[in-house]
């Protein structure tokens, strides 16, 4: 790194973000949070998500603080590539380049195993394939603008995960947890891979991950359910365990705004094995670094969305 972070960065550090545009991906939690965030920096901010009565709701919550920037809603629903196609058209109509890129939105542990509307097992097809897909309709507007950034949101769910390409759907056995790390562990190393093939290719995009540690979202009781064991704890036990929303959007933030955060790197909390406190650079499990697997990971993803990268 060429910058030291600065210890106990938080939304306070955001430099002034007036002029850049950004897209996040999810409304509520970690997605409304770091779109208030930027648009009080300054940003003009799409904040797109599948349910517009949401969307509407925190445009409406932020708006009520009279921020610096901009933000508007877009339908997206990730778990639909006819809707991730049809707003990458969209959005390439609307505008001529695309300053930042925020993979956020994201389900969890839905207890039966689900199919998107393209037959991939909700978790992989929403967390990860969505987005890979979304990051290739968009990569012609991030290619045009000035110093662009990729922010991927993994997990530290990851750590658990593994890329089981003989079962990649989870079709022979659905394990909720299972199938949620591997998701959190594609889109991580999906970041990886996305800044070394930006730096071979000379795209001049900036790729990175961030997580947000275990946070008071609602990522839990709606994926897994309020009366599921993880929804209990989560109601029980959230305000001593979980930390605000606000916080959990730190890292993603500092990977989104700060001068010295760099390509490649993965941001989380700082504090009680990364589930709490100021961004840090968060520990990368063994798998994620394979740049073999990574690289089959993503030709595989290119097959199944129909997309297709630059060479």
Known sequence: ??????????????????????IITGTGGIGYETALEMTRAGADVILAGR??????????KINALKPAGTIRFEKLDLADL?????FGER???????????????????????RLTKDGFELQLGTNYLGH?????????LLLKANQPRVVTLSSIAHRSGEINFDDLQSERQYKPMTAYAQSKLACLMFALELQRRSEAAGWGITSMAAHPGISRTELIPNGAGKNSPAGLVRL??????????????????????????TGGTYY??????????????????????????ASTLWDTSETLTKVKFPS
């Not at 349910?51 to 409406?60: I, R, V």
């Not at 890979?132 to 012609?140: G, I, M, R, Y």
């Open 91 to 113: 959005i390439r109509a609307q505008r001529s380049s695309l300053d930042l890129l925020i993979n956020n939105a994201a389900v969890m542990n839905p207890p039966q195993r």
């Open 82 to 86: 006819r809707s991730v196609n049809a």
């Open 1 to 22: 790194m060429t910058k030291t972070m600065k210890r106990g960065w938080n939304a306070t550090d955001i430099p002034v973000q007036k002029g850049r545009s950004v």
């Open 236 to 261: 029980l036990l959230g305000p001593i365990f979980f930390q605000p929303a606000a916080h959990g959007a730190w890292p993603s933030l500092y990977a989104a705004t700060a001068p010295e955060a």
């Open 132 to 140: 890979f897909a979304l990051t290739a309709q968009l990569l012609p």
């Open 268 to 293: 989380g909390p700082s504090r009680m094995s990364e589930t709490r406190g100021y961004p840090t650079i968060a520990k990368l499990a063994p798998q994620a670094t394979d740049m073999e697997v």
């Open 51 to 60: 349910n517009k009565e949401k969307g509407e709701e925190a445009l409406h």
